[in-house]
């Protein structure tokens, strides 16, 4: 656990105990409440680990240096785009993958464009978002976030 | 009916469980290998989503309502959208925690714009996914990327709360039903909890709610166990009803 998880920890029982003090029935009414809209989550969520873990399986960290480091700057940046969006691997991987990349040449605009789809936009955690925050929410922000990517990667190209 | 009806409910997992069996019959490697890839998830998720779980409890029943609205509401101008960034930044965990969170404030009336920040910011902004991207790629890349991100995050709220409306949003669990038992009027006959034992639980010689109705169709069945209870003890109020004032109206006392 880093520390800022351990953080996370500490403010939520904090504020676990005083909501307790404060109002012990109205507490565990909300804990009922929450109960149902977690439990309800929980499948989906380990479902959707499960996907990752597929797609990590099929989309390897090596396919997707390939993929970043190719000629044609302008498909490659969509198709890194793409493969973001699809696969969610930790920062940890994906940095230093990057990292590696750029130091031998490689365009910084499909990197880029992967960096960011692959935080912003969630293919794999889409059913998920749909059924929490509906159809047109969901489908909006996702295919906005994956146009700012794009965005983003070629501003980014000019700048630096 | 029953094996039907839990199916129809959790057609992801469902789906996913087909797909590795079929992998694991056809190329049992590459099935060991997503399910080796799959663990590191499910670590991260078990640390977070307990956590998870407590903040939305303290949204619900500690943070007043006013409180949100000022903070993130619609009126809140830049101060929430702000607020929203700094809220989305400073947490741990992977995206889909942000979802119960956020579904959370907006039942409390938050803004879609500041939900877009919120959502936004958790997936994309991380203090220690900083110091890595710095540390890989340099504090210049980084910093501009950074900007750049925040910038595009601003314009995506605006964008999502102009074309996305509140009844575009699925209607939310609790806003389906209330479910409360009135202590007093219960006989403890504990007809509800043999038939309903995923709402209802006795504690004593009290009926209690064990769980809150998730979707419509758990408020229709929960309808029947209404009108099962022979006390009249059970009440569920079918629209946002403030939980405060079903308290007094039915009297409940507080300790």
């Given amino acids: 656990m880093d520390i800022f998880t351990v953080l996370?920890?500490?403010?939520?029982?904090?504020?676990?105990?005083?909501?307790?003090?404060?109002?012990?029935?109205?507490?565990?009414?909300?804990?009922?409440?929450?109960?149902?809209?977690?439990?309800?989550?929980?499948?989906?969520?380990?479902?959707?680990?499960?996907?990752?873990?597929?797609?990590?399986?099929?989309?390897?960290?090596?396919?997707?240096?390939?993929?970043?480091?190719?000629?044609?700057?302008?498909?490659?940046?969509?198709?890194?785009?793409?493969?973001?969006?699809?696969?969610?691997?930790?920062?940890?991987?994906?940095?230093?993958?990057?990292?590696?990349?750029?130091?031998?040449?490689?365009?910084?605009?499909?990197?880029?464009?992967?960096?960011?789809?692959?935080?912003?936009?969630?293919?794999?955690?889409?059913?998920?978002?749909?059924?929490?925050?509906?159809?047109?929410?969901?489908?909006?922000?996702?295919?906005?976030?994956?146009?700012?990517?794009?965005?983003?990667?070629?501003?980014?190209?000019?700048i630096l | 009916m029953k094996i039907v009806e839990i199916a129809k409910k959790n057609k992801l997992p469902l789906l996913v469980a087909l797909v590795y069996a079929g992998l694991f019959l056809f190329s049992p490697d590459q099935a060991m290998k997503s399910v080796g890839n799959s663990v590191y998830y499910l670590l991260e998720m078990m640390q977070v989503l307990p956590v998870i779980f407590l903040l939305t409890v303290v949204i619900e029943a500690l943070v007043p309502k006013e409180m949100i609205i000022r903070g993130f509401g619609k009126n809140s101008g830049i101060k929430g959208n702000l607020l929203a960034l700094l809220l989305g930044s400073i947490s741990a965990g992977p995206v889909y925690a942000a979802f119960p969170i956020g579904k959370s404030l907006l039942k409390k009336g938050a803004s879609i714009s500041n939900i877009v920040i919120i959502l936004s910011a958790w997936a994309v902004i991380k203090v220690p996914m900083l110091a890595n991207e710095a540390k890989f790629l340099g504090v210049n890349f980084m910093a501009v990327r950074w900007v750049l991100t925040v910038t595009a995050i601003f314009v995506m709220a605006y964008m999502v709360g102009k074309i996305v409306k509140k009844e575009d949003m699925p209607a939310d669990a609790s806003d389906l039903g209330v479910l409360q038992i009135n202590e007093d009027y219960c006989i403890g006959c504990g007809l509800c909890a043999k038939r309903f034992p995923e709402y209802y639980e006795m504690t004593g010689n009290k009926a209690v709610v064990r769980k809150m109705p998730e979707d419509e169709e758990a408020v229709e069945a929960l309808q029947a166990s209404v009108k099962l209870c022979p006390a009249k003890a059970i009440i569920l109020s079918l629209e946002d009803v403030d939980s405060e004032k079903v308290r007094k109206e039915l009297n409940i006392s507080n300790t």
């Fill in chain 1, 8 to 158: 996370f920890w500490v403010i939520a029982i904090i504020l676990t105990v005083i909501s307790l003090v404060k109002d012990q029935k109205k507490t565990f009414e909300a804990m009922k409440k929450s109960k149902g809209m977690m439990g309800n989550m929980l499948g989906e969520i380990v479902a959707i680990i499960f996907i990752i873990g597929l797609v990590l399986t099929l989309i390897p960290p090596e396919t997707i240096k390939q993929v970043l480091g190719s000629a044609n700057t302008l498909t490659s940046t969509v198709i890194s785009a793409l493969v973001g969006s699809i696969t969610l691997i930790p920062a940890f991987v994906a940095f230093p993958l990057v990292g590696s990349l750029v130091t031998v040449g490689a365009s910084i605009v499909p990197a880029v464009a992967f960096l960011t789809t692959l935080t912003m936009v969630g293919m794999v955690t889409f059913p998920l978002e749909k059924k929490e925050f509906g159809m047109k929410f969901a489908l909006t922000r996702n295919l906005l976030s994956f146009g700012f990517a794009v965005v983003i990667a070629l501003t980014m190209g000019v």
